[in-house]
């Protein structure tokens, strides 16, 4: 049974792939969609409630939440999945090497892991944007610097493991080089856990980067951006507390989404090699 | 199935009885064994020979009423009175170890790798003959001492032995339980050439007291340990009766081609040991 | 004959406190023989396997290949050798097809192999051609080794290490597998690896008996049963053989 199966067999994850799909287009065609200029305010209109100018009524400047909504998305997507691929090549790369050469080049690796892995990652963060300055892209840097050590972390190990096959000794023993062995043999068994991983961590990284956006670090007014519509909203908690939910409600269904499609996508994968297990078997 | 000399020799009532034992994909209904009818008396042995994929493990699990859950079994397997195919789990599995012993090819997964090799004879010792630690110790040591083993294996953990020592120590385990069939399931199929010979010999002596029910790929080492012979093919018997006499005259065009396999696998060897004598 | 490979006080220690698993190993392998390497389980047999193919490196003495070392041969040679393994399982990526497979034991560097090429590989192993694109667990453990062994001679090694390559399939498969070997080995130096004399017998010219980490024994095939060495003595009568019935 192919992964594509094993993941179309469950409604909930094909639901989560699409809504997530459904997101990830509103926010590229977020110029188009939205009905009114994000950035526009109308004091006049500020706290305006829900209705048919205005779908998800208004903020404390009387801009638009639905267009601010989809051109946050933007915003927040974007971050969270460059944050979620460059956090994958700054850990994969490293990691699959020091498994693959084992030796000095492993050892110093893991220590140098241990070290950063030692701090707790929301400290981490917090410190290095406090050192950086505020801003989405120095949010991201940090939050790849907390991260990356994990990923190479776990990644050396299973690099290790599929070396010391007798596939890759053979391709050693043919003459062929570190690149062919990494692309043949390691890239291709790595690559279904670096997806699983990656699907959960991008929800993780949506997270965090609201979490440091709301607490004024990341995304900096006007622009928006989920956590940092989150954190206005909060301002104005008594005045208009309904304008906590269009930004809430979205964090928490675009992650729940990417926790679920990864844990799906594992268990996928746990069936192919079940399945595998039983062809063995019989 | 059981040729008739075979039943006048032995006497006694079998001790094991297969009758049409037939084991299904669960899910599909596609047969993997159909229609095996075996019998196992007391001092006697019975060999199941047959390729990789005929079905030869799943018929020894289903004797046992070890099959996975994915797999359905039919016919009867009788054994002390109860059917081991359709009996509840927990008779089942006290039937199995003191009534049915099972030794298995790998044996360095058999064993726990958190304890020691004493650790494992005491508990099955004590749970299933009731023996205190000093008892079960003795016994132990007897037993380990039959297989060629030293006592002190008691006290090693089982990454410290070779995989033919712990075969030796899983025999041993069995043994000690003192079952009165033995089903052997390619006990020398993952040992070199000297360990085999001596698995084989060790088996060889244990057959008088008990039955044994040996199954292997290897036609010399069944025709060294076993009076009867089965032969399987995809899933079927398809030639049985005693060993000799199915290897003189093998009726079936499997069993033909086992045995020409075998023969032409020594054929160097023997020109080699024949040219010295 | 000239010396192909040539070994000198090879040693080989696993483990803290070492434990020697080779103690001082001098071989000296003419070109185009086939060498049979036997000893029980625990001998050394597959550690000095790994060190002739330059996968570990000896803790003292060396190995040359035509008079240079391991590594700067293979550099000069891709390609150049080769080897079987007991585990096929392992020994393929698991999502490669069979032709996949096969291609890999192209040297590298040299143009990727046609399909034709391919296919006379398969050919030459025996292997139906509609199993091309099969994946491994698709195959039976036989199938698959066939695979392995058209991969490991389509370079035409100069040095083929076969380890133990048909210990783990049926007796039915062996001798089809050794009848194929048989055929295949002739051009090139081979040293088949195994703990049955039956097998090794059946394949090898000169037989090379390991105990416990040193050479006890180096004699012609013919010669097998006139040797004194206890421990080849030993491991001649655990040999099982159909007895005549």
């Given at each position: 049974?192919?992964?594509?199966?094993?993941?179309?067999?469950d409604?909930?994850?094909?639901?989560?792939?699409?809504?997530?799909?459904?997101?990830?287009?509103?926010?590229?065609?977020?110029?188009?969609?939205?009905?009114?200029?994000?950035?526009?305010?109308?004091?006049?209109?500020?706290?305006?409630?829900?209705?048919?100018?205005?779908?998800?009524?208004?903020?404390?400047?009387?801009?638009?939440?639905?267009?601010?909504?989809?051109?946050?998305?933007?915003?927040?997507?974007?971050?969270?999945?460059?944050?979620?691929?460059?956090?994958?090549?700054?850990?994969?790369?490293?990691?699959?090497?020091?498994?693959?050469?084992?030796?000095?080049?492993?050892?110093?690796?893991?220590?140098?892991?241990?070290?950063?892995?030692?701090?707790?990652?929301?400290?981490?963060?917090?410190?290095?944007?406090?050192?950086?300055?505020?801003?989405?892209?120095?949010?991201?840097?940090?939050?790849?610097?907390?991260?990356?050590?994990?990923?190479?972390?776990?990644?050396?190990?299973?690099?290790?493991?599929?070396?010391?096959?007798?596939?890759?000794?053979?391709?050693?023993?043919?003459?062929?080089?570190?690149?062919?062995?990494?692309?043949?043999?390691?890239?291709?068994?790595?690559?279904?856990?670096?997806?699983?991983?990656?699907?959960?961590?991008?929800?993780?990284?949506?997270?965090?980067?609201?979490?440091?956006?709301?607490?004024?670090?990341?995304?900096?007014?006007?622009?928006?951006?989920?956590?940092?519509?989150?954190?206005?909203?909060?301002?104005?908690?008594?005045?208009?507390?309904?304008?906590?939910?269009p930004?809430?409600?979205?964090?928490?269904?675009?992650?729940?989404?990417?926790?679920?499609?990864?844990?799906?996508?594992?268990?996928?994968?746990?069936?192919?090699?079940?399945?595998?297990g039983?062809?063995?078997?019989s | 199935?059981?040729?008739?000399?075979?039943?006048?020799?032995?006497?006694?009532?079998?001790?094991?009885?297969?009758?049409?034992?037939g084991?299904?994909?669960?899910?599909?209904?596609?047969?993997?064994?159909?229609?095996?009818?075996?019998?196992?008396?007391?001092?006697?042995?019975?060999?199941?020979v047959?390729?990789?994929?005929?079905?030869?493990?799943?018929?020894c699990?289903?004797?046992?009423?070890?099959?996975?859950?994915?797999?359905?079994?039919?016919?009867?397997?009788?054994?002390?009175?109860?059917?081991?195919l359709?009996?509840?789990?927990?008779?089942?599995?006290?039937?199995?170890?003191?009534?049915?012993?099972?030794?298995?090819?790998?044996?360095?997964?058999?064993?726990?790798?958190?304890?020691?090799?004493?650790?494992?004879?005491?508990?099955?010792?004590?749970?299933?003959?009731?023996?205190?630690?000093?008892?079960?110790?003795?016994?132990?040591?007897?037993y380990?001492?039959?297989?060629g083993?030293?006592?002190?294996?008691?006290?090693?953990?089982?990454?410290?032995?070779?995989?033919?020592?712990?075969?030796?120590?899983?025999?041993?385990?069995?043994?000690?339980?003192?079952?009165?069939?033995?089903?052997?399931?390619?006990?020398?199929?993952?040992?070199?050439?000297?360990?085999?010979?001596?698995?084989?010999?060790?088996?060889?002596?244990?057959r008088?007291?008990?039955?044994?029910?040996?199954?292997?790929?290897?036609?010399?080492?069944?025709?060294?340990?076993?009076?009867d012979?089965?032969?399987?093919?995809?899933?079927?018997?398809?030639?049985s009766?005693?060993?000799?006499?199915?290897?003189?005259?093998?009726?079936?065009?499997?069993?033909?081609?086992?045995?020409?396999?075998?023969?032409?696998?020594?054929?160097?060897?023997?020109?080699?040991?024949?040219?010295?004598? | 004959?000239?010396?192909?490979?040539?070994?000198?006080?090879?040693?080989?220690?696993?483990?803290?406190?070492?434990?020697?698993?080779?103690?001082?190993?001098?071989?000296?392998?003419?070109?185009?023989?086939?060498?049979g390497?036997?000893?029980?389980?625990?001998?050394?047999?597959?550690?000095?396997?790994?060190?002739?193919?330059?996968?570990?490196?000896?803790?003292?003495?060396?190995?040359?290949?035509e008079?240079?070392?391991?590594?700067?041969?293979?550099?000069?040679?891709?390609?150049?050798?080769?080897?079987?393994?007991?585990?096929?399982?392992?020994?393929?990526?698991?999502?490669?097809?069979?032709?996949?497979?096969?291609?890999?034991?192209?040297?590298?560097?040299?143009?990727?192999?046609?399909?034709?090429?391919?296919?006379?590989?398969?050919?030459r192993?025996?292997?139906?051609?509609?199993?091309?694109?099969?994946?491994?667990?698709?195959?039976?453990?036989?199938?698959?080794?066939?695979?392995?062994i058209?991969?490991?001679?389509?370079?035409?090694?100069?040095?083929?290490?076969?380890?133990?390559?048909?210990?783990?399939?049926?007796?039915?498969?062996?001798?089809?597998?050794?009848?194929?070997?048989?055929?295949?080995?002739?051009?090139?130096?081979?040293?088949?690896?195994?703990?049955?004399?039956?097998?090794?017998?059946?394949?090898?010219?000169?037989?090379?008996?390991?105990?416990?980490g040193?050479?006890?024994?180096?004699?012609?095939?013919?010669?097998?049963?006139?040797?004194?060495?206890?421990?080849?003595?030993?491991?001649?009568?655990?040999?099982?053989?159909?007895?005549?019935?």
């Amino acid at each position: 049974m192919s992964l594509r199966q094993a993941l179309l067999r469950d409604g909930l994850a094909v639901c989560s792939l699409l809504f997530l799909l459904l997101v990830l287009l509103a926010a590229l065609l977020a110029p188009w969609l939205a009905p009114q200029d994000p950035l526009a305010p109308d004091v006049q209109n500020k706290f305006a409630v829900w209705s048919a100018e205005h779908w998800l009524g208004t903020d404390h400047l009387g801009r638009d939440v639905f267009s601010r909504l989809l051109y946050g998305a933007r915003c927040t997507l974007g971050f969270a999945l460059l944050t979620t691929v460059f956090t994958l090549l700054a850990g994969i790369l490293p990691g699959l090497l020091a498994g693959v050469l084992c030796g000095r080049t492993e050892t110093l690796l893991l220590r140098l892991c241990d070290i950063l892995l030692s701090f707790p990652a929301e400290v981490l963060i917090l410190a290095v944007t406090g050192m950086l300055g505020a801003g989405p892209e120095k949010a991201a840097l940090a939050c790849l610097l907390a991260k990356w050590p994990w990923y190479a972390r776990m990644m050396c190990g299973i690099a290790r493991q599929y070396a010391d096959t007798n596939a890759v000794r053979f391709a050693r023993v043919m003459g062929h080089g570190l690149p062919h062995i990494l692309r043949r043999h390691i890239l291709p068994r790595v690559a279904g856990e670096t997806i699983v991983l990656a699907t959960l961590h991008t929800g993780s990284f949506i997270l965090t980067l609201s979490a440091l956006s709301f607490l004024g670090l990341g995304v900096q007014p006007p622009a928006p951006e989920w956590g940092a519509m989150l954190g206005e909203a909060r301002n104005a908690l008594l005045r208009a507390p309904w304008l906590m939910l269009p930004p809430g409600a979205a964090i928490l269904l675009v992650v729940a989404a990417c926790n679920y499609l990864g844990d799906c996508l594992h268990d996928a994968l746990e069936g192919r090699c079940g399945d595998e297990g039983k062809a063995v078997f019989s | 199935m059981m040729d008739d000399t075979s039943q006048k020799t032995a006497g006694a009532a079998p001790l094991l009885e297969a009758r049409r034992v037939g084991v299904r994909v669960r899910a599909t209904g596609e047969p993997l064994v159909a229609d095996v009818s075996l019998t196992l008396y007391r001092g006697r042995s019975l060999g199941i020979v047959g390729d990789s994929g005929s079905g030869k493990t799943l018929l020894c699990r289903s004797l046992l009423g070890l099959l996975p859950s994915s797999l359905t079994a039919e016919g009867q397997v009788l054994f002390d009175g109860a059917d081991m195919l359709h009996a509840e789990a927990a008779e089942a599995r006290h039937r199995r170890g003191t009534g049915l012993g099972l030794l298995l090819q790998q044996a360095m997964t058999a064993f726990d790798p958190l304890r020691t090799i004493e650790a494992h004879f005491l508990e099955s010792l004590r749970e299933k003959c009731g023996l205190a630690a000093a008892g079960a110790r003795r016994k132990a040591e007897a037993y380990l001492n039959r297989t060629g083993l030293a006592a002190d294996v008691l006290h090693a953990w089982p990454h410290q032995l070779s995989g033919g020592m712990l075969q030796r120590c899983m025999i041993a385990l069995t043994l000690s339980l003192e079952p009165s069939v033995i089903v052997a399931d390619e006990p020398t199929t993952a040992q070199d050439a000297c360990h085999q010979f001596r698995i084989v010999r060790l088996l060889a002596g244990l057959r008088q007291e008990r039955a044994l029910l040996i199954v292997s790929h290897d036609l010399a080492v069944v025709q060294a340990l076993a009076d009867d012979l089965l032969i399987l093919h995809e899933g079927r018997c398809v030639e049985s009766g005693p060993t000799a006499a199915v290897l003189a005259a093998p009726q079936h065009a499997c069993t033909r081609r086992l045995l020409e396999a075998r023969q032409a696998l020594s054929r160097p060897f023997l020109q080699l040991r024949g040219g010295r004598a | 004959m000239t010396t192909f490979l040539e070994a000198r006080g090879l040693c080989k220690s696993y483990g803290r406190p070492p434990r020697p698993v080779l103690r001082s190993i001098d071989l000296s392998l003419p070109r185009g023989v086939i060498w049979g390497l036997l000893g029980e389980s625990g001998s050394g047999k597959s550690t000095l396997a790994r060190l002739l193919l330059g996968l570990e490196r000896p803790d003292a003495g060396q190995i040359l290949l035509e008079g240079e070392p391991i590594r700067r041969w293979r550099s000069r040679h891709p390609g150049g050798m080769s080897v079987v393994f007991q585990d096929y399982v392992t020994s393929v990526p698991p999502q490669a097809d069979v032709a996949a497979i096969i291609a890999e034991g192209f040297p590298p560097g040299a143009p990727r192999p046609d399909s034709a090429a391919i296919h006379a590989l398969m050919d030459r192993v025996a292997l139906p051609r509609f199993l091309s694109g099969r994946l491994p667990h698709e195959l039976s453990g036989g199938q698959l080794q066939r695979v392995c062994i058209a991969r490991a001679i389509a370079a035409r090694p100069s040095l083929l290490v076969l380890d133990e390559p048909v210990s783990s399939l049926d007796i039915a498969v062996q001798a089809r597998i050794l009848e194929l070997l048989q055929d295949l080995a002739k051009e090139m130096t081979c040293l088949f690896i195994t703990h049955d004399v039956q097998a090794a017998v059946h394949l090898c010219e000169q037989l090379i008996f390991l105990h416990q980490g040193r050479i006890i024994a180096s004699l012609p095939r013919e010669e097998l049963f006139k040797t004194d060495n206890p421990h080849v003595r030993d491991l001649l009568a655990c040999t099982l053989v159909l007895k005549d019935f």
